[in-house]
């Protein structure tokens, strides 16, 4: 008997199944050996002509999905597909044998095969595989998504990405390019001298970024514990045991909303090196981006939703003042009061919380009045110090810091700033932040005193910096949802 929910294309194939059993053949076959992926043969034989392969009578063994299959009385078509191509098979009674024959006859779409045979030429000039053996491997019980179709549902496709990773080609490209681009990542970073590194997932104390964070709670210990929402304090510590350079690519953890451009997990790069500050990190970022950007896709161009990002260098790097002063006409240079800065924030209709300060207000225009203009790739430094707490003060202005933030096309790519180094002006900002937390602040940091007495061994200048690799994934490979560039990105039961 079967389950009762099943449909009649699932309880046919389940019948297929046992069909297969009888004649011997496991529907769940075994070890299969290939000599040729479809892509290695295109690569190798697709120039050759029908003569020079009936010369040649090159030998392959390919295994894959069945795609496409037509079978009429003895003989029949069908494309075969593996992880990088697909194949089309002729398969003929008389090559392949009786048995073999029947098997191929009542095989589905999505059926896992293998078949060894000669290379030719069809009448249509299709590179084609002659089978002599033809081997089920894996029966699939449930039939692929109609092939005009596919998973129209972009939900459906992102529960199911294993579905969609089959019938959809374009899923399969952004799939495979994405660690092609962390690879790259690494590259640079290891060329570059920086040291790969791992730090802990679970952190006791909250820290490193403005942001909310998952608790979760460690029996043994009987502690609370967050999962991270930064790498930052941990990778500071290793700066101050003298590793100089270093780098971590991993996962963090951010309890907030989810739209197109926010996952609640994702992943990120940071990197800190000693003796350097918010400059150097500057070029860092618009080496490292502009070099994996060609790297990936042989050009600095690239077409984002009927935009064309140049990330070739240099970049523009633009004071947030001075931006808010072109953008809006007001101008944050002039010393003022907190009550004057809210007066301004009520004339332009900027919403102030209870614990905005001078730089929240600052950020408020920021974002309000100028994000969204900046398309090309551009450097926008100078953030207030209250938005800022891990950032070393401006020598000149000591309202604000020598932080800055990348932004492409609307986006924030990446957040980098001279590391604050003096452990009493890091203890006093935590202590602010604290007093945040009082007046609400869900996102302001906690103190970590293990931290700032890291600090007080000495820890070199320094310069640090943070790359959204999800969002910068998505900008190379032109997709405009980040969960399409997670492979099982989290979602609503259904």
Known sequence: MYPEDLKEQQIIRREKATELKNKGVDPFGHKFVRTHTAKAIFDAYGEDDHDTLEQKQVKVIVAGRIMLKRAQGKAGFMHVKDRDAQIQVYVRLDHVGEDAYEVFKSADLGDIVGIEGILFRTKTNELTIKADVFTHLTKA??????????????????RRRYVDLIVNDESRRVAMTRPKIIRSIQKFFDN??????????????????????????????????YLRIATELPLKRLIVGGLEAVYEIGRLFRNEGMDAKHNPEFTTIEAYLAYADMEDMMDLVEECLSTVTYETLGTYDIDFNET???????????????????????????????DQ??????????????????????????????????????????????????????????????????????SEYANAFSELNDPIDQRERFENQLKEKALG?????????????SLEYGMPPTGGLGIGIDRFVMLLTNTPNIRDVILFPHLKHR
């Open 341 to 410: 800065a809210k007066e301004i924030a009520k004339k332009h209709n900027i919403h102030v919380e209870k614990h905005f300060g001078y730089g929240h207000i600052v950020e408020a225009f920021f974002e309000h009045y100028c994000e969204e203009h900046i398309i090309q790739p551009t450097m926008v430094y100078g953030h207030p110090i209250e938005i800022s707490p891990l950032a070393k003060k401006n020598e000149k202005d000591p309202r604000f810091t020598d932080r800055f933030e990348l932004f492409i096309n609307k």
């Open 308 to 338: 064309t990002i140049h990330m070739g260098r240099p970049w523009k790097r633009w004071h947030m003042v001075d931006a808010i002063k072109e953008l809006s006409g007001v101008d944050f240079w002039q010393q003022m009061s907190l």
């Open 141 to 158: 019980l449930r039939p692929l998504p109609d092939k005009f179709h596919g998973l129209q549902d972009k939900e459906e496709a992102r």
């Open 441 to 453: 602040n869900d996102e302001a940091n906690e103190m970590d005193i293990d931290f700032v007495e």
């Open 192 to 225: 570059k001298g920086f040291i790969e590194v791992e730090t802990p997932v679970l952190h006791s104390i909250l820290g490193g970024a403005a942001a909310r964070p998952f608790v979760t709670h460690h029996n043994a210990l009987d502690m609370d514990f």
